[in-house]
């Protein structure tokens, strides 16, 4: 079966769309596909997805940068979003058949290439972080590019991972690997924010809920209803059909019904196989037993 | 989205292997993918699995009836199933983006070239059957290859949709199209094989249970569990989380519990993607959400 890796390179320009045109046509190629693509003005700010096989990935992202480093100057970028390079944060993403360790061995390999070949400092972040603290985006962000141009040089806790402890116009590029992010919505019966605020309090793993659960409570206005917003950062720890499970019971006992949820983007072909696995006592049940896996995934 | 249809083709020989790969190996092209091959020598049947797009697909049959034609002889041909022909039946099943009535477009162009370019008799079933008789494979098939040699000039009902109204070596070849089957068991918590019977009595279609299901209660001796074993024969009537949830319902009403389920060879990605849409409360989910569509199917 063919490995996928996703990759979602964030892009230091979301104005200029022919900047972002030559970006993502250096990165696609053969064995790369791509899934997405965000621009936002105010962010100033751009999200590329795309996904393939491992190597193919890693050398798209690898274009990627490059390219990003000759057309985006830091120096003139202007923008809401926190960035501290042209390419700001690259991390990959297992998908099918890759482990997170492939994950994390990919962003090391892009990481010594980028410094040696573009001479760009690297930080890696999440799963392949080297200090506990870079395994948060923030911290290795804090202060932004201003602040890490005047600190990387002096502040032994700046001290890139890979690459020069300088900066140029490009700045530095934050690289990693973390699972899949699936962003899953669950409407409820009601439009009592509280009730939705409070179920998503009860199951987040903050306070002692789901693990790998991120949950707050919104009001959807337009259709005067409540809803519990989740991210689930990690689905082979807790899985869709866990946490629809958990918010269904919470708002049960409070005498809630659930309309209808919401998965927002893509999921992978697993994170469903594993909802339908346990909605019907399948245990055995994998990606490989669907028809369309046989036909284009092998 | 590319369309997927798939074939399933007997072919009345299931002892000479070399006969069998000849088949295979003239079928196989561009376009469509070799899913499955099952050879019996008592039945001295094959049931070859392949599916693509849908013109290929045609046309994959059509050589696959051609070569077949040369190679078996039904004047020399015994085996413990009924069949009337060297490739015996065809259906195309839809699987993706493809509606049954194209799959009966399929049927009826791939029979008319049979009979013109290979001068076999070629008689329609299932959906694209012209005779409500004729729907049902073992009334055209009745007395086999021996009585329809003799009936096919005389008797008016033996006429075939395409083709002549005689018989040589290669017999006549049942064409049609029919929804995806999907074979799903689900084991009990109880030795008592009656219940299982019981709930298979009571779920199937026949009986006045669930449209488009049928179930048979069995006993799997070395577990020593009972298990309903159904055949759901079109997904998009009665979907896998509908029957497995009847079953599971009979089941509390006589207060056994449902162990686990099994889903016997390939599934359709829509038919998982409706169990997660059925059980999450998700009706938007489509398999155009999958990661893996996006990368293979587009």
């Known amino acids: 079966m063919n490995s996928i890796v996703e990759c979602v390179p964030n892009f230091s320009e979301g104005r200029r769309a022919e900047v972002v045109d030559e970006i993502v046509a250096a990165m696609l190629g053969a064995g790369v596909k791509l899934l997405g693509r965000e621009m936002d003005a105010d962010h100033n700010r751009s999200v590329i997805t795309f996904a393939?096989?491992?190597?193919?990935?890693?050398?798209?992202?690898?274009?990627g940068i490059a390219k990003a480093s000759q057309l985006i100057d830091l120096d003139a970028h202007r923008g809401e979003h926190p960035r501290i390079g042209a390419t700001d944060v690259v991390p990959f993403v297992p998908v099918r058949g890759v482990?997170?360790?492939?994950?994390?061995?990919?962003?090391r390999r892009l990481g010594e290439r980028v410094a040696r070949e573009l001479n760009i400092p690297v930080y890696l972040y999440e799963r392949a972080a080297t200090?506990?603290?870079?395994?948060?985006?923030?911290y290795i962000r804090r202060g932004e590019y201003e602040a890490l141009k005047q600190e990387i040089a002096s502040n032994p806790d700046r001290a890139p991972?890979?690459?020069?402890?300088?900066?140029?116009?490009?700045?530095?590029?934050?690289i990693g690997a973390r699972p899949y992010l699936i962003a899953f919505n669950v409407n409820l019966a009601t439009s009592d924010l509280?009730?939705?605020?409070?179920?998503?309090?009860?199951?987040?793993?903050?306070?002692?809920g789901l693990k790998a659960v991120k949950a707050l409570g919104f009001m959807l206005r337009e259709k005067n209803i409540a809803q519990v917003s989740m991210n689930l950062t990690d689905f082979n720890v807790t899985g869709i059909l866990t946490a629809f499970s958990a918010v269904q019971t919470e708002a049960q006992k409070r005498g809630v019904a659930v309309l209808e949820s919401e998965l927002i983007g893509l999921v992978p072909l697993e994170a469903l196989t594993q909802v339908a696995a346990q909605a019907l006592k399948l245990p055995a049940l994998k990606a490989e037993q669907v028809v369309e896996t046989k036909l284009f995934g092998e």
């Open 99 to 107: 482990s997170m360790d492939e994950c994390v061995a990919m962003a």
């Open 161 to 174: 991972d890979f690459g020069p402890a300088r900066i140029g116009k490009a700045g530095a590029t934050v």
């Open 194 to 208: 509280k009730i939705a605020k409070e179920i998503a309090s009860v199951i987040r793993e903050k306070n002692g």
């Open 131 to 138: 200090r506990p603290e870079r395994r948060d985006l923030a």
């Open 52 to 63: 393939g096989v491992p190597n193919a990935v890693e050398d798209a992202a690898f274009r």
